[in-house]
C-alpha cells in the first residue's frame, strides 16, 4: 500500500499568488483530514470530509482557504490569496470507518507533508 | 481554543532513563489517542485508549487514561535514542454525528541522547 500521497512536498510562493495542495488517500478509507502544523499554534485540523463530502470546517481560517474532494481518491486544499502567515507544514490524513465502539476513532494515517512558505 | 494541554513542551533526556509526558484537558474524552512524529514526517499512531482507568503496554510505552477521561499519561522506561519524537496526544468529544470534535495536543519534544 502506498499510504497516503501529497504534493508538492514543499511550495514556495509570493505573497498573493495562489497555493493548491494536493492529496491522494488510502485506497478504501472513507474518511480525509486537512491538518496544519505550526510550531506556534501545534498541529490543527481544518477540515475533514466523509464519503466526499465536508462534515466540519470549522478549522478553516478564513474565507482565503477552501477544500474539495471531488471523489474518493483525490482531494485540494487552495489559498487564494496567500500570505506569509499561511506558512506551514499542511497534512493531509485519511482513515477506515470508525470502529463500532462509539466514540473511538480507528488510526489517521497521515501524509508526509507540504511544507509551505509564502515570502 | 486548546483543549488538550501537554507537558513538559520539551524534555532532554539521557539513554536509560524513565520519563512521563502528560495530557490534561478540562473537557471529558471518549477516547484519547497518542501518535508520535518524526521530523519531516506525519504523526504516526501508538495507541487508543477508551475505558477511564485503561493501562496499556506497548514494549517500553505505558498509556494511561484518567478515570475522569480527563487526562492521560505516557510513561517511557530505559529510553533509548529511537524513542526521540514529537508526541502527540489527540482526544474526541463526542457530538451528533458519529466522529466526534477531534483534537491534538500542542506536543512534547522528547529527546534522548546516548
Known amino acids: 500500500d502506498a499510504g497516503v500521497i501529497q504534493s508538492p512536498r514543499h511550495e514556495v510562493t509570493e505573497m498573493g499568488q495562489e497555493v493548491t495542495l494536493r492529496c491522494k488517500p488510502i485506497s478504501g478509507h472513507d474518511y480525509l483530514f486537512w491538518y496544519r502544523q505550526t510550531m506556534m499554534r501545534g498541529l490543527e485540523l481544518l477540515i475533514y470530509f466523509n464519503n466526499n463530502v465536508p462534515i466540519d470546517d470549522s478549522g478553516m481560517p478564513e474565507d482565503r482557504f477552501s477544500a474539495k474532494m471531488p471523489n474518493a481518491s483525490f482531494s485540494t486544499l487552495k489559498i487564494q490569496p496567500s500570505e506569509p502567515r499561511d506558512s506551514a507544514v499542511y497534512f493531509c490524513a485519511s482513515s477506515p470507518p470508525p470502529p463500532t465502539i462509539a466514540g473511538s476513532p480507528d488510526t489517521q494515517y497521515f501524509g508526509p507533508g507540504t511544507r509551505l512558505t509564502v515570502l | 481554543t486548546q483543549l488538550l494541554e501537554q507537558s513538559p513542551q520539551f524534555l532532554s533526556i539521557q539513554e536509560g532513563e524513565n520519563l512521563t509526558v502528560y495530557c490534561n484537558s478540562s473537557?471529558?474524552?471518549?477516547?484519547l489517542q497518542w501518535y508520535r512524529q518524526e521530523p519531516g514526517e506525519g504523526p504516526v499512531l501508538l495507541v487508543t485508549v477508551v475505558t477511564g482507568g485503561e493501562v496499556k503496554k506497548l514494549k517500553r510505552l505505558t498509556f494511561q487514561f484518567g478515570d475522569a477521561r480527563k487526562d492521560s499519561s505516557l510513561h517511557i522506561t530505559a529510553a533509548q535514542p529511537g524513542d526521540t519524537g514529537l508526541y502527540l496526544c489527540?482526544?474526541?468529544?463526542?457530538?451528533?454525528?458519529?466522529?466526534?470534535?477531534?483534537?491534538f495536543g500542542a506536543g512534547t519534544q522528547v529527546v534522548v541522547t546516548p
Open positions: 473537557s471529558v474524552f471518549s477516547s
Open positions: 489527540a482526544g474526541v468529544i463526542m457530538t451528533t454525528d458519529s466522529w466526534g470534535k477531534f483534537q
